[in-house]
């Protein structure tokens, strides 16, 4: 089972731009789909963006599209998620998952689908 770690959280003003990380080890990282969900406080956690384990399919939350981008490195056994033109709406704990899948295509976009999670990454949008 791999264990995850985010980086890259921090503090921008709206209409700014930061990248997340996703680092794995352990397990099998290139056979894991993987995905970004997010809590804001008093919220519950939703799905952000999936990417299946060959990086051939991606889904992103209506939310983000045109300003989020998932990736994935296999050979580095890490996802990011660049995020830009940041609104104070996007203010959360950003949490990567990872979850072993039989198919190169396979994503998911609901929480209770993901083995392993991180503990997560701080994301503050000023206005």
């Known amino acids: 089972q791999v264990q995850l770690v985010e980086s890259g959280g921090g503090l921008v003003q709206a209409g700014g731009s930061l990248r997340l990380s996703c680092a794995a080890s352990g397990g099998t990282f290139s056979r894991c789909a993987m995905g970004w969900f997010r809590q804001a406080p008093g919220k519950e956690r939703e799905f952000v963006a999936a990417i299946s384990w060959s990086g051939s399919n991606t889904q992103y939350v209506d939310s983000v599209k045109g300003r989020f981008t998932i990736s994935r490195d296999n050979s580095k056994n890490s996802m990011y998620l660049q995020m830009s033109n940041l609104i104070p709406e996007d203010t959360a704990v950003y949490y990567c998952?990872?979850?072993?899948?039989?198919?190169?295509?396979?994503?998911?976009?609901?929480?209770?689908?993901?083995?392993?999670w991180g503990q997560g990454t701080q994301v503050t949008v000023s206005s």
């Open positions: 998952a990872a979850k072993p899948a039989g198919g190169s295509s396979w994503i998911f976009v609901q929480d209770r689908s993901y083995n392993t």
